[in-house]
């Protein structure tokens, strides 16, 4: 038997990212949590409009998503608390810049992927950013096999609930496999 | 000096969902961590349009989100690997309907969230669903001070890159409150 606690939104933990823009032409960075995959090419980042980034993002039609390790933990959580209203974040890492030009990116961040805005969903208070991902950059240490190894890379994951920042705890089954047992059972 | 890996999605993990529906009026559940926050009240699907499920949602217009625990790994994977095109899903769990009236919830999960479908976004392949969160439902073994506790809850997390599935980690630092030290350090 299930209790009702509202219009609870628990699909938490999510990676805590550094979303880059050039607002005005300067870098910015802000941490956002609420984001997700729409298919192997696209993301989307969830923006309260009262955020400065919104305005760079829609100008240059270009943005980054930055992945901090638990080592830019301070860092990452003060992007989240000073606005670049008021303050200039843009000497806080070392930027570069890749194929689309305008969308900075962190030196510091193991993994960042340079995104093209492909539709802006309209929210009352936020707008749903979908972005495809044009480009991948990651730092050689934390690739494996070919692919970006998110044990070295370190995540912070975020729930709201609690506000807190969590580490990627330890793989203890494999997707696509793990469920054959009960595919057996069918027989 | 970054390498550039070609335009890999890393953001991961995310949490392992399974989204119930019910199509031809029967409940379908399917296994989605393709997910993400819009705001406080929205959710997105990244759902392939292969899936069965998808022609349910559009035609109820509901579905549900249901957070199964690390316990549940086998029957979740299982939701993944077969299709209810061939496999009927429906008494895999015990089933249970809310004020939407069509969105099937899982009572083996301790939480879920019961959704309206507020907006589909077609991409080639993929439906982005966008849901709004009407009700909430949850074992009371997994509330503290009146909030989900998803150490409790002992969600899925789901990494594409190794196909794996990992267990939430260790709360290292609070959100808000950790960066504070660097603006102290802007005075």
Redesign the interface.
Known sequence: M??????????????T?LVGANVKGKPNFITI????????????L?V?KIHYTNAGIKENGTFS?N?PS?NL??????????SGKT?DKSKLFKV?Y?KLETAP?I?ECP???ECKLI?T?D?P??D?F?GE????????SV?KD?????DK?Q?????????????????????????????ED?K
């Open positions: 299930k209790t009702e606690i509202g219009c609870k939104n628990c699909l938490y933990p999510l990676p990212t949590a609420h984001v997700g995959i729409v298919n192997p090419q696209a993301i989307t969830g309260n998503v992945i638990e933990v301070k860092e990452t959580d003060y992007c989240g608390l000073v303050i570069f890749g990116m030196e993994v960042t992927m539709k969903v929210f208070n936020h749903l979908i991902v044009v480009a991948t950059y990651c730092d050689e690739v070919g692919e970006v190894d998110m890379v995540p912070i994951l975020f729930i709201m609930h609690d506000h807190g920042y969590y580490k990627l705890g330890t793989q203890f089954a494999k997707a696509w496999s793990v469920g054959k047992e009960l595919k069918e």
